[in-house]
């Protein structure tokens, strides 16, 4: 199981970092990934990171998002910076590795308002 944490309401401009923690112990093994959908539009990459932790982002991320992993604690991490409100979205965690089933957080909420 995967459960997402930390969004919210913030400011354009502001920052918040999304948590993803794994039950288990196949995290280690895995790559992880934040993807996001906005109302009315389908799901969208927003960074991967390999097993290794090899990053990888979308250009609408790219200097704005980090992110990373911590295999100690079984989790994966986004922290946004400089967030706009085009970012709004709900924003899901998935684990995947080739020849395995994937497995998807629940969602977190994630809008950017004045």
């Known amino acids: 199981q995967l459960q997402a944490s930390g969004g919210g309401l913030v400011q354009p401009g502001g920052s918040l970092r999304l948590s993803c923690a794994a039950s288990?112990?196949?995290?280690?093994?895995?790559?992880a990934g934040w993807y996001r959908q906005a109302p009315g539009k389908q799901r969208e990459l927003v960074s991967l990171?390999?097993?290794?932790?090899?990053?990888n982002y979308a250009e609408s991320a790219k200097g704005r998002f980090t992110i990373s992993r911590d295999n100690a604690k079984n989790t994966v991490y986004l922290q946004m910076n400089f967030l706009k409100p085009e970012d709004t979205a709900v924003y899901y965690c998935?684990?995947?590795?080739?020849?395995?089933?994937?497995?998807w957080g629940q969602g977190t909420q994630v809008t950017v308002s004045s």
């Open positions: 990171i390999t097993s290794g932790g090899a990053t």
């Open positions: 998935k684990i995947f590795r080739p020849g395995h089933v994937d497995y």
């Open positions: 288990g112990n196949i995290f280690n093994a895995y790559h």
